[in-house]
């Protein structure tokens, strides 16, 4: 290019090499060559960036979808008078006296009988090795529903028990006949009988309704486990969160914005929400383990105090949108209002915060789906290793009560090690990604709609 | 009364003092509303507020101060000779409280009258199977003194009740009759209200600089107690990490160096995987691609800065982990004895920092004035040369700014590392090595306790307090760095 420029013999002796316009010297590929490979690099970095969360997305899609899905069961239970109701007179605390033991030997009969129908032969004798392909909580659902019906009692009654977790992961390709070598929880003659119930119709998988709202279960019954409980205990926490966090937010943004003077005390307030936005999660757990429980007495695992922990990390990120929402309303606005003789305080409250809602709410929603995701705070004021087994009683318990959280449900699935387990745990993070593309979604929307441009 | 009809009362108190202030005010002026000087309302709000606003406040302060008064009154009557260290005395303490709290609720659903429950004695009645009955479980049996701390405790509680009935009461009134006294047409009442709501506004304000002086003493307070009970030289110099749970105190080994070894190991692998990408989308995003391409590609990269750690978690653990296994581990080249391992959080982390140093890059390298990019064209360079020779140089204390703030994320990012990093600390070197970090100390040694007496616990706070100080630093320099190179082009 410049080359062209120079006179010949401007550098004495050399030779002036002949050059087309059309073809490119050496120095001219080479870097050209050298623009283009960085080009590359960076085609590549956003490809690399691309495929990671092509790969995480198709990662968790294709783990967890398989935890919607639910092998049942169907079976014809004979309900027998002299097993269940001794007395034949229907008194229901009779009948509650009969424990889940007592229902064992009628599901047996029942499962004997179903596979002795499709003709292929038992090789187990006892029931309780039979059992080993329902799940161990089936003789609760059956007892369940004689205590609520007695008068279906001395009847034969079809149900759909869940089929245990091993069956489950063998019609969902998790089992194997070579894992079952080592797992004495199912042999392959079960696979067998499955294999034929199965062609039966007997054995079939299902849509999973209680994986949604069901309840958290006991290490050994992963295919009863639920994220139900969880959901509420999580719904709870984002009440708390919206309920301190929202006023607080707004109220603190509106200071800092429109009325704090340039002084020491204003910037040392612009400092501490700069800060609290970068400090690590985990701090802000140790700070509501610190305040909330061991000073404040309040009770582990509450839903209230994950909400104030979780209020306390959001509220920056609410801070921030809502200033750059109130900043964007005109000042020609506050000028008009005043103008009129509108007090500053009127000024705000009635012509610039409606005006500003729209940005506000839609950093509130984002700040809510970034606390709706956060686990480890969760984790110091002891949401994980308690088990979400029952929904709250009440309003007040759903605050006050132990409960899990969504992330916090899905981290204790992981640490039980049971690949049926992890299903559940992927299958909970689908759930948990619903909740938050919904709500970025309606942030997107409002935002869109209601944006307004001065 | 308890605290909550004490709120109702008062609050019945601000209506009725709204409607009566608003009344007067108008009165005054004999119903004409343009001889007022504020809406008839401020008058009302006036009277509310000032009826409320104080009262509510005492109470705030009353709620917290009063039990701590009655706790430290009530441990002088333990007998010294109960208990030896603070610990236990706490343990004691819970007791005492949960007999007072039991024997109140006795009463309330009728088990005892009001002077059984006081004159009660473990002697006559099994005080145990009684608080069970109520739902209140206690470990063991019930010492008499337990018991008489307990009943000392119940009465400090109701004379300090009785006291803070009165004591609000009688604040609300004098509040309610001043504000009625001052209404009159003339009072500017508006400015009274708009101050109080100013107050307010400037009290959520000063949440931000609460939280981080809660953070700041329940991070400090826990960490001296935590160095009386083990030295601090220990802490910081030892090169095992060996918590005993059996035994209290002496028998293990605290040493931080182990545990930050490995948080700074699994960072700069997160940061070698997300610099090098994150740096060069940006590059690309900014300088080569066509608003089509942004448009797509920012957002799908910043999706990963929107999914929850988690997710990653689980990724590291039952994705990444097993991947890295299969190709490092027996099977391979051996290098690797489990899925956990640094590489795998590392790796992980990474990827999460990715739309960080991108987005965070993007933005520095836009604020680039474009005069400087066009000289650079005007003498002949191409764009990879303007942007290595001219753009970098002038964006670098931003990226480098853009880098700190990654780094700080990478050290205090938690589920990654529980779920993908391992539990074993240890000093290698082998980056397909099982280490542990700083944070997932943290949460190990707290989850599941509400016992914070020995120094296997409490260490949890002073790994906080040094998180908390390694982060803030680098925040700082960090918004330092970018701040003043803002300023720079502006």
């Known amino acids: 290019m410049t080359d062209a420029a120079f006179p010949d013999g401007a550098n004495g002796a050399a030779p002036r090499t002949t050059t087309s316009l059309l073809a490119q010297d050496a120095r001219t590929r080479k870097r050209n060559a050298a623009e283009a490979r960085f080009r590359a690099y960076g085609i590549a970095a956003i490809a690399v960036g691309l495929v990671f969360l092509a790969v995480l997305v198709s990662s968790i899609i294709f783990k967890g979808v ?287 915060l409606p005006l500003a809602m729209p940005g506000i709410l839609t950093g509130t929603i984002i700040g809510l789906a970034q606390a709706l995701g956060e686990t480890a705070p969760l984790l110091l004021i002891g949401m994980v290793g308690y088990i979400a087994s029952n929904y709250p009683d009440g309003v007040i318990e759903g605050f006050m009560a132990p409960n899990s959280a969504m992330p916090a449900q899905i981290y204790e699935w992981a640490k039980r090690a049971d690949p049926a387990y992890y299903e559940r745990a992927w299958g909970g993070i689908i759930i948990l990604l619903l909740f938050l593309m919904s709500m970025n979604i309606i942030a997107i929307i409002l935002r869109r709609r209601f944006e307004r441009r001065w | 009364m308890s605290a909550f009809w004490l709120l109702i009362i008062l609050l019945a108190f601000a209506a009725v003092g709204f409607v009566l202030g608003r009344g007067r005010a108008l009165a ?123 009943q000392v405790m119940r009465a400090q509680i109701a004379t300090g009740n009785l006291f803070r009935s009165i004591v609000l009461l009688v604040i609300a009134a004098a509040g309610f009759f001043i504000a009625i006294r001052m209404t009159s047409g003339e009072f500017r009442a508006r400015n009274m209200v708009e101050r109080g709501i100013r107050g307010l506004l400037i009290a959520a304000a000063s949440i931000a600089i609460l939280t981080t002086i809660g953070i700041v003493l329940s991070l400090i307070f826990n ?57 060069f989308s940006a590059i690309y995003l900014a300088e080569y691609a066509g608003p089509k391409t942004r448009s797509i590609a920012k957002p799908m990269l910043e999706v990963l800065a929107g999914i929850p750690t988690i997710v990653y978690g689980l990724f590291a653990l039952l994705t990444i982990g097993p991947m890295l296994l299969s190709v490092f581990g027996d099977d391979g080249f051996g290098w690797m004895q489990g899925q956990r391992s640094v590489m795998t959080a590392g790796l992980v982390m990474g990827i999460m920092l990715i739309p960080f140093v991108s987005s965070l890059s993007d933005d520095i390298i836009n604020a680039v004035p474009q005069a400087m990019r066009d000289g650079s064209y005007g003498l002949g360079a191409t764009q990879s040369e303007t942007v290595r020779q001219v753009v970098l140089p002038a964006a670098l204390p931003g990226i480098v700014g853009a880098v700190l703030l990654a780094t700080s994320r990478a050290l205090g990012e938690t589920m990654i590392v529980v779920m993908g990093a391992g539990a074993a600390a240890r000093l290698d070197l082998n980056p397909f090595e099982a280490m542990t970090t700083v944070t997932a100390k943290i949460v190990s040694q707290l989850t599941g306790d509400s016992d914070f007496a020995s120094p296997e616990a409490l260490v949890a706070f002073a790994l906080g307090m040094t998180l908390f100080i390694l982060t803030l630093g680098l925040n700082v320099l960090a918004l330092y760095i970018v701040r003043k190179y803002r300023e720079q082009y502006e």
């Open chain 1, 66 to 352: 398989g935890a919607f899905q639910q092998t049942f069961i169907t079976l014809n239970v004979e309900l027998l008078e002299e097993k269940l109701d001794k007395s034949g007179t229907r008194d229901i605390e009779a009948i509650k006296k009969v424990t889940t033991f007592g229902y064992n030997p009628l599901i047996d009969a029942a499962l004997a009988q179903a596979i002795a129908e499709t003709g292929i032969e038992n090789p187990f004798s006892k029931g309780k090795d039979l059992r080993k392909m329902i799940s161990s909580g089936a003789a609760a659902d059956v007892r369940d529903y004689v205590i609520e019906n007695p008068d279906e009692i001395g009847k034969t009654v079809e149900f759909r028990l869940l089929a245990s977790s091993r069956v489950d992961g063998y019609l969902k390709d998790r089992v194997t006949r070579e894992s079952l070598a080592r797992d004495k929880n199912l042999s392959p003659e079960h696979l067998d009988i499955v294999d034929a119930l199965a062609g039966a119709g007997v054995v079939t998988k299902a849509f999973n309704t209680d994986f949604i709202t069901g309840a958290d279960a006991s290490e050994s019954r992963p295919e009863q486990a639920g994220i139900g409980v969880s959901m509420l205990g999580s719904f709870y926490m984002m009440l708390v969160v919206l309920a301190c966090a929202l006023p607080i937010g707004v109220a603190a943004s509106i200071y800092l914005e429109e009325f704090a003077p340039q002084n020491g005390f204003t910037d040392l307030i612009e400092v501490n929400i700069s800060n609290l936005a970068a400090v690590p999660s985990i701090v802000f757990g140790i700070l509501g383990l610190a305040v909330f429980i061991q000073f404040a007495h309040l009770p582990q695992s509450a839903p209230l105090v994950g909400g104030l922990v979780l209020t306390l990390m959001t509220l920056p990120t609410i801070i921030i949108s809502t200033r750059a929402s109130l900043k964007s309303v005109p000042p020609s606005i506050r000028e008009a209002a005043l103008g009129v003789g509108a007090s500053k305080m009127q000024t705000v409250f009635h012509h610039v």
């Open chain 2, 28 to 150: 005054s002026v004999n119903g004409e509303r343009r001889r007022l000087h504020s809406l008839p309302n401020y008058y009302g709000s006036n009277v509310a507020m000032l009826a409320f606003v104080p009262a509510v406040l005492v109470l705030a302060v009353w709620v917290v101060v009063q039990p701590l008064v009655i706790n430290s009154s009530v441990s002088n009557h333990i007998p010294a000779e109960l208990y030896e260290t603070g610990g236990e005395l706490n343990l004691i303490m819970s007791d005492v409280r949960r007999v007072a709290d039991g024997l109140d609720l006795a009463v309330k659903n009728g088990m005892l009258t009001t002077d059984e429950a006081s004159s009660i004695d473990t002697e006559a009645t099994d005080l145990r199977a009684l608080l069970g009955e109520v739902g209140v479980a206690l470990g063991s049996e019930i010492h008499p003194s337990v018991l008489s701390a307990a």
């Open chain 2, 223 to 279: 960490t001296l107690e935590f160095f009386r009970l083990y030295p601090a030289r220990d802490f910081f110099t030892l090169l095992e990490w060996a918590p005993s749970f059996s035994g209290r105190g002496g028998a293990s080994s605290l040493g931080l160096l182990p545990l930050l070894w490995g948080t700074l190991y699994i960072s700069v692998v997160a940061l070698l995987v997300a610099v090098p990408i994150g740096l």
